[in-house]
């Protein structure tokens, strides 16, 4: 399984490194990153990635597009080319996964139109202006509907990769990989203790 990673300058870091953590246990697990224009990519928090140019990334039937929040979301909301690759490049993936207000990305490609998602609840309020058209939840760790998952902010992310993994390799090796890396995971997608915030 092939995990494209889209960057922008101010991701959050936890958004990539967490759900990575958790992928990279997947056998035969590919991991891949982009950036626009590509290069180093750097956020906050002083961490540095290597990416290859969005229009280098083939998208095969199999591949899962993964877009993580930040900062850098309020920049690249407004960025129409940015969204316009991200709109191709989402509709071609068999899954789409973002973590915080990386869903403000997707729904501003209007791909979220009609369905289900999250993010981020100090920043609920502004992700809602990204699309009045999505059926936003707030009170939901990940919500899952069709091939798009969103999740909550930063470590929620973990919750929704784990998710995944059930979802795609079944509950047990979600479990075997929580384990190996000694987490707590939250295994029910609507109980989130953060969503009053």
């Known amino acids: 399984m092939i995990f494209n990673v889209i960057l922008f300058p ?20 590919t991991l891949r990153y982009f950036s626009e224009k590509g ?15 969005l229009d280098s990334l083939i998208i095969d039937k199999n591949d899962v597009l993964f877009i993580p929040g930040g900062l850098g979301t309020r920049t ?28 403000a990305l997707i729904a501003k490609t209007g791909l979220l139109d009609s369905r289900k998602a ?13 699309s009045a058209n999505v059926l936003w939840i707030r009170e939901a760790r990940w919500v899952k509907d069709g091939k798009y998952y ?5 470590s929620a992310g973990m919750d929704m990769a784990l ?10 090796e979600a479990r075997r990989i929580a384990f190996r890396i000694e987490y707590n995971w939250q295994e ?10």
Not at 83 to 94: D, N, Q, T, V
Not at 150 to 154: K, W
Not at 163 to 172: P, S, V
């Open 10 to 29: 101010d991701f959050e870091t936890l958004d990539i490194f967490g759900p990575v953590e958790i992928f990279g246990k997947i056998g035969d697990c």
């Open 39 to 53: 290069g180093i990519i750097k956020n906050t928090d002083n961490v540095e990635i290597i990416t290859d140019p």
């Open 76 to 103: 690249e909301i407004n960025n129409k080319i940015f969204i316009e690759k991200i709109k191709l490049l989402a509709s071609k993936s068999e899954y789409v996964l973002t973590v915080c207000t990386g869903s």
């Open 118 to 130: 999250t993010s981020n609840k100090r920043s609920f309020d502004w992700v809602k202006e990204s």
């Open 150 to 154: 969103t999740s909550s902010g930063i």
């Open 163 to 172: 998710g995944f993994i059930r979802d795609i390799f079944g509950l047990e």
């Open 188 to 197: 029910n997608e609507s109980i989130d203790n953060f969503y009053k915030q």
